[in-house]
């Protein structure tokens, strides 16, 4: 396989991982409650504050009650990212198609395709950067509510054995 077959693979596993985690928020379109994550990735609002600010307060599980409505005039860039997810739906089937020889190698696509990776992906480690340590804060009580819910099954169910 040529150095270029082989970084086409590499970006196109990036770019389906990538297209996996915007697929993802979008449920929270469907959802009730939106966690302050999935409305981060969602609105581009990303201090918790400014998302109490617009969106009202939060339960003890950093989750939003919001309307489709609120979420979409949230960010008035819609058309941009439907874009963005469709432009790498095609590079994906791109650099696929270039792996599997139904196209030509072509390192001006594969070059195109690192450099979009790199400044989208630059964008987004910045601006989540910023909050880190209310992200890391909104895991680590999502992990402890988790956990605490499994121990309560748990012991639950050992007290209905024992009976």
Do not use: C, Q
């Not at 307060?57 to 939003?64: E, G, N």
């Not at 008035?76 to 790498?88: D, H, K, V």
């Not at 630059?122 to 909104?138: A, C, M, Q, T, Y």
């Amino acid at each position: 396989m040529h150095l270029i077959e082989t970084a086409a693979f590499v970006l196109s596993i990036l770019f389906l991982h990538a297209l996996l985690g915007k697929l993802g928020a979008f449920r929270a379109f469907f959802m009730p409650k939106v966690h302050a994550i999935a409305l981060r990735e969602l609105t581009a609002i990303h201090r918790r504050a400014d998302l109490v600010a617009k969106f009202g307060p939060h339960d003890d599980a950093y989750k939003f009650t919001v309307t489709l409505g609120k979420i979409m005039a949230a960010r008035p860039l819609w058309r941009w990212i439907f874009g963005n997810i469709a432009l790498e739906a095609v590079l994906i089937y791109a650099l696929l198609s270039m792996v599997f020889g139904n196209i030509a190698p072509n390192p001006w696509l594969a070059g195109g395709a690192a450099l979009y990776y790199a400044i989208t992906h630059f964008l987004l480690i910045h601006g989540f950067s910023i909050v880190r340590p209310e992200i890391e804060e909104e895991i680590r009580h999502s992990e402890m509510a988790r956990r605490e819910r499994l121990d309560r099954l748990a012991k639950e169910r050992f007290e209905r054995k024992g009976k």
